[in-house]
């Protein structure tokens, strides 16, 4: 099974990176559009995870369930330019860094190898992506909303590639507390 960890975003950011998504693309010459279902904020990749692990991924999640849901917000549009990926890039936030470190933390204590490198939230929208503009003149006809949403769900999520692209699904979910946005 090819395995992450996300948080799923709420409706209302879905719908706003929908709209942004939107307003940019009649600038694409070439690349995909990510499905919105499909989006979401990485904080642990796994790759391939035997099944009979997956009782170790959910001990790990289930201790950081008491953590405080993260109230997020997009900062603007960014590329990873290594990976040809527009994405949306979200403000700085105390309290998601640290529950990807505590998970991060929970699953290294399981055996699980995890990345040490700096860690760069944001949720991908457009893959291998060519504009007729270039990339900071297309992105000012964005249309992105920043504002607050709280991500109050962990996922686990297993990767499926089928014929209609890449599709993920849901295999185990914990739930964090949340205060109002």
């Known amino acids: 099974m090819r395995l992450f960890i996300a948080l799923p975003l709420t409706q209302c950011a879905t719908k706003a990176l929908q709209r942004c998504t939107d307003s940019i693309?009649?600038?694409?010459?070439s690349g995909r559009i990510v499905d919105s279902d499909n989006y979401h904020i990485t904080l642990s990749f796994l790759g391939e995870v035997s099944e009979n692990n997956l009782i170790y991924i959910q001990s790990a999640m289930d201790a950081i369930k008491a953590?405080?849901?993260?109230?997020?917000?997009?900062?603007?549009l960014g590329n990873i330019r290594s990976s040809e990926i527009v994405c949306a890039k979200l403000k700085k936030s105390d309290k998601l860094f640290d529950l990807q470190s505590a998970l991060a933390n929970e699953l290294e204590q399981r055996g699980f190898a995890?990345?040490?490198r700096a860690y760069r939230p944001h949720v991908t929208?457009?893959?291998?992506y060519k504009f007729d503009l270039p990339f900071a003149?297309?992105?000012?006809?964005?249309?992105?909303s920043n504002?607050?949403?709280?991500c109050d769900q962990v996922t686990l999520f297993e990767t499926i590639f089928g014929s209609g692209g890449v599709n993920y699904r849901p295999v185990y979910t914990v739930k964090l507390p949340s205060n109002n946005v």
């Open 25 to 29: 693309a009649p600038h694409l010459t």
């Open 137 to 144: 003149e297309a992105i000012k006809y964005a249309q992105l």
């Open 125 to 128: 929208l457009i893959r291998k």
């Open 147 to 150: 504002m607050p949403f709280q």
């Open 114 to 116: 995890v990345e040490h």
């Open 67 to 76: 953590m405080p849901a993260p109230t997020l917000s997009f900062v603007g």
